[in-house]
């Protein structure tokens, strides 16, 4: 069974610029969540979707940062603008409707801001 | 306050040792409790569930006291392929919601040498 799968897997940017992230989860999952995991710390929950709505986003911030999953399956976090305190990896990850606490996680995307 | 707390370490240990980790987490609407394990540069896995009677998975032993909020892990018998990071992990489900979400710990560096 083909795991998470995230791109890019490296993303060096400039402060002020733009980024985008992509995810496809497993098969047959229904809820795909978005994390931040910042050297030193663990993943903390940006956004989480439940086929294509949004069940909890009140980590994220909203001013910079927008994800979609519009058809409910694939999904893109975005950052717009990007700021120095953004760099991160950037990870997904995907449940079943009734496993939610069993996630399974992407590679993630190791995002640099200089 | 965050909602789980976790010492970061490291522990350094040899192999064969015995070596525990304990985590404490703080909304007592908690209501599962998990083990997560992170390989250097990797994405975290699902190592095991925790339990108030106490679960084994060979040499691992999770535990949990819900009086004092404190959850725990034994492993025994060390192996080099157990350094990793430990994530203590609490799920919480929101009044009204018949979803949760997860609470990550920062983690617990285990480095186990020959």
């Known amino acids: 069974e083909a795991g998470v799968a995230q791109s890019p897997r490296y993303k060096i940017i400039e402060k002020r610029q733009s980024v985008a992230f992509w995810c496809n989860p497993i098969?047959?999952?229904?809820?795909l969540y978005w994390y931040q995991q910042i050297l030193g710390q663990g993943p903390k929950l940006l956004i989480q979707f439940q086929n294509n709505g949004v069940v909890d986003d009140s980590q994220l911030p909203k001013d910079r940062f927008s994800a979609e999953r519009l058809k409910g399956v694939d999904s893109t976090l975005k950052i717009q603008p990007a700021k120095l305190e953004d760099s991160a990896v950037y990870l997904c990850?995907?449940?079943?409707?009734?496993?939610?606490?069993?996630?399974?996680f992407g590679p993630g995307t190791r995002l640099t801001v200089t | 306050r965050k909602e789980v707390e976790q010492d970061p370490g490291p522990f350094n240990v040899p192999e064969g040792a015995t070596v525990a980790f304990n985590c404490t987490y703080s909304?007592?609407?908690?209501?599962?409790f998990f083990w997560y394990r992170q390989d250097c540069r990797k994405e975290p896995k699902l190592l095991m569930s925790?339990?108030?009677s106490g679960n084994e998975d060979g040499r691992f032993t999770a535990q949990l006291n819900r009086a004092s909020q404190y959850i725990s892990l034994l492993i025994r018998d060390s192996k080099l392929s157990d350094s990793a990071t430990y994530l203590c992990?609490?799920?919480?489900?929101?009044?009204?919601?018949?979803?949760?979400?997860?609470?990550f710990g920062r983690g617990t560096q285990l480095t186990v040498w020959p």
């Open positions: 925790v339990y108030s």
């Open positions: 992990v609490v799920n919480i489900r929101a009044r009204g919601s018949t979803l949760g979400r997860l609470y």
């Open positions: 909304n007592s609407a908690s209501q599962s």
């Open positions: 990850a995907s449940s079943s409707i009734d496993s939610a606490y069993e996630q399974y």
């Open positions: 098969s047959g999952h229904a809820t």
